[in-house]
């Protein structure tokens, strides 16, 4: 029998512990989450930036609610797991604009969001994950609030009392109905355990090249390890290489590291 909503929902929340970490490779598209679905993602979580400029439009808030609830439904009917879906800002500038998105991804079938703060002051986003809080509950919802803090991804304030600064927006975004906190922007060892040890959710920091193992993450006391648009970027990266030698050298050589099509192909040759 399908799980419902709720359910899913629950088997989401169950899988952020720092024991065993939730690893998601950020998908942008039908097909990149069906890939990572089969490399054994036990949940999907989309990257705002990737989606933006699959659909033509820079990232940071400019792709319309619209064009991104659609994206998320047709990443949740193509998957088998639970879907989380990166929602920057809101998508609103007003409590029935905030309201207006998250009844969007409940329909969509998400289980999840992450909301951003950006340069916005701390209270806005505090007000914004109640509306969310609320809109969930009252359609009966489990969705996992994923409260973004970006003060080290965007070097917010005096980098003496940025972790201090931190903290006191994750309680601030706990205290207003946040279920996570994602601090991207450090992976530093000492910075994560200490970011781990003050905030009372499950902790969610970005990784890439340097960072510690997923494992190591857990040991420091982080439940959830997003990879945001990296895989997009190295997969974009792959088409502008294979495009350059294709218009500088006239050769082919890049295309020896694609995936063959019929297993590409293959993604979708059964409804899911």
Same mark, same amino acid.
């Given at each position: +029998?399908? #799980?419902?909503?709720?359910?899913t929902?629950? =088997?989401f929340? *169950?899988l952020?512990? !720092?024991s065993?970490?939730?690893?998601?490779a950020?998908?942008w598209?039908?097909?990149?989450?069906?890939? $990572?679905?089969?490399? /054994?993602a036990p &949940?999907?979580a989309?990257?705002s930036?990737?989606?933006a400029w699959?659909?033509?439009?820079?990232?940071g808030?400019?792709?319309?609610?619209?064009?991104?609830l659609? #994206?998320?439904?047709?990443?949740?009917?193509?998957v088998?797991?639970?879907v989380?879906a990166?929602?920057?800002g809101?998508?609103g500038t007003?409590a029935?604009?905030?309201a207006?998105?998250?009844?969007?991804?409940?329909?969509?079938?998400?289980v /999840?969001?992450? $909301?951003?703060d950006?340069?916005?002051?701390?209270?806005?986003?505090? &007000?914004r994950?109640?509306?969310?809080?609320?809109?969930?509950?009252?359609? /009966?919802?489990?969705?996992?609030?994923?409260a973004?803090?970006?003060?080290y991804? #965007?070097? =917010?304030?005096?980098?003496?009392?940025?972790?201090k600064?931190?903290?006191?927006?994750?309680?601030?975004?706990?205290d207003a109905?946040?279920?996570g906190i %994602?601090?991207?922007?450090?992976?530093?060892?000492?910075?994560?355990?200490?970011?781990?040890?003050g905030? *009372?959710?499950?902790l969610?920091? +970005?990784?890439?090249?340097?960072?510690?193992?997923?494992a190591?993450?857990g040991?420091l006391?982080?439940?959830r390890? *997003?990879?945001?648009?990296?895989?997009?970027?190295?997969a974009?990266? !792959?088409a502008r290489?294979s495009?350059?030698?294709l218009?500088?050298?006239?050769?082919?050589?890049?295309?020896s590291e694609? +995936? *063959?099509?019929?297993?590409l192909?293959?993604? %979708?040759?059964?409804?899911?």
């Open positions: +029998m399908p #799980l419902t909503q709720p359910d929902a629950r =088997l929340r *169950s952020h512990t !720092a065993a970490p939730l690893a998601l950020n998908a598209d039908v097909a990149s989450a069906r890939l $990572i679905e089969a490399a /054994g &949940a999907i989309t990257t930036a990737g989606a699959s659909l033509g439009a820079p990232d808030e400019v792709l319309t609610r619209e064009r991104a659609e #994206l998320v439904g047709r990443i949740v009917a193509a088998a797991v639970p989380t990166d929602i920057e809101g998508y007003d029935a604009g905030i207006e998105t998250v009844t969007g991804v409940l329909a969509a079938g998400a /999840g969001v992450n $909301i951003e950006g340069t916005r002051p701390p209270a806005e986003l505090a &007000a994950l109640a509306v969310a809080r609320q809109t969930a509950d009252r359609a /009966g919802a489990g969705l996992f609030l994923n973004r803090v970006d003060t991804l #965007l070097g =917010l304030g005096d980098p003496d009392t940025r972790l600064e931190t903290l006191a927006r994750a309680h601030l975004y706990i109905g946040a279920d %994602f601090v991207p922007g450090t992976t530093d060892s000492a910075t994560v355990a200490e970011l781990a040890d905030i *009372s959710v499950p969610n920091v +970005m990784a890439g090249p340097g960072a510690p193992t997923v190591e993450l040991a006391g982080v439940a390890v *997003s990879l945001g648009p990296g895989v997009a970027q190295v974009y990266a !792959a290489r495009a350059q030698e218009y500088g050298t006239g050769g082919y050589d890049g295309l694609g +995936m *063959s099509f019929p297993e192909n293959g993604l %979708f040759s059964e409804p899911n």
